[in-house]
T-cell receptor
Framework: KNEVEQSPQNLTAQEGEFITINCSYSVGISALHWLQQHPGGGIVSLFMLSSGKKKHGRLIATINIQEKHSSLHITASHPRDSAVYICAVTLATGNQFYFGTGTSLTVIP | DAGVIQSPRHEVTEMGQEVTLRCKPISGHDYLFWYRQTMMRGLELLIYFNNNVPIDDSGMPEDRFSAKMPNASFSTLKIQPSEPRDSAVYFC???????????FGPGTRLTVT
C-alpha cells in the first residue's frame, strides 16, 4: 500500500499546453512537497504546502487538506519543463517522509 | 552559499568493500537527511538528524548501514560490507528548520559489483 499516489505516471504534452499532475495521500500530514528531478539527476524542491495555493512563475501548486489531494499545474509548458515530478509528504506525527513514485513529464516542441 | 555538497559523485566498488559517502549541509541548517533512490523503490528516507543528533533511522536497511554527524557541517553514511543491491543514488539534503524547504545535494551514484 502506498501512502502517496501520483497520477499520471507518464505524461507527454505539446509545448504550450496546460499540465496537471495529481497527488493523493492517505496519512495525516504537516506538509506536502513537490520536487523536480531533471534527467541529470539533481532534485529541486519546488513547493512546500500546508494549505491553499502557491505560485512560482508558471508553476502553481494547490492542496485540499480535507480531500487529501494536491495538484501541480504548469501553464504554457516548455520543453525545459521535461523532468520527473515527485510528490512527498511530511507526516504530522514527525519528520518522516513518504514519496510518490513520480510523474515523468515530456514536453515536445 | 555553495549548496549541499556531496562526495564522491560517483563510486564504484566491489562487493564486500566498505563505502563512505560524505555530505556537507548548508551552513545554518539544523536538519540533515540521507535518502536513497533506486528504480525499483524510488526515493526512500534512510535517516535524518536534527542538531547533529540522529532522530529517526527507521529507514536504514540493516546493520550494514550506519550514519554519523560529528558536527554541524559534516555527515557520513557508511556501508560495510557493501552488496550489489546497495547500488543506488544516495542524496543528502538539509533544511533550516522544521518548517523550511529542503535543499538537495547532487547525489552520489554508487555501483557495487
Amino acid at each position: 500500500k502506498n501512502e502517496v499516489e501520483q497520477s499520471p505516471q507518464n505524461l507527454t504534452a505539446q509545448e504550450g499546453e496546460f499540465i496537471t499532475i495529481n497527488c493523493s495521500y492517505s496519512v495525516g500530514i504537516s506538509a506536502l512537497h513537490w520536487l523536480q528531478q531533471h534527467p541529470g539527476g539533481g532534485i529541486v524542491s519546488l513547493f512546500m504546502l500546508s494549505s491553499g495555493k502557491k505560485k512560482h512563475g508558471r508553476l502553481i501548486a494547490t492542496i485540499n487538506i480535507q480531500e487529501k489531494h494536491s495538484s501541480l499545474h504548469i501553464t504554457a509548458s516548455h520543453p525545459r519543463d521535461s523532468a520527473v515530478y515527485i510528490c512527498a509528504v511530511t507526516l504530522a506525527t514527525g519528520n518522516q517522509f513518504y514519496f510518490g513514485t513520480g510523474t515523468s513529464l515530456t514536453v515536445i516542441p | 552559499d555553495a549548496g549541499v555538497i556531496q562526495s564522491p559523485r560517483h563510486e564504484v566498488t566491489e562487493m564486500g568493500q566498505e563505502v563512505t559517502l560524505r555530505c556537507k549541509p548548508i551552513s545554518g541548517h539544523d536538519y540533515l537527511f540521507w535518502y536513497r533512490q533506486t528504480m525499483m523503490r524510488g526515493l526512500e528516507l534512510l535517516i535524518y538528524f536534527n542538531n547533529n543528533v540522529p532522530i529517526d533511522d527507521s529507514g536504514m536497511p540493516e546493520d550494514r548501514f550506519s550514519a554519523k554527524m560529528p558536527n554541524a557541517s559534516f555527515s557520513t553514511l557508511k556501508i560495510q560490507p557493501s552488496e550489489p543491491r546497495d547500488s543506488a543514488v544516495y542524496f543528502c539534503a538539509s533544511r533550516k528548520d522544521r518548517a523550511g524547504e529542503q535543499y538537495f545535494g547532487p547525489g552520489t551514484r554508487l555501483t557495487v559489483t
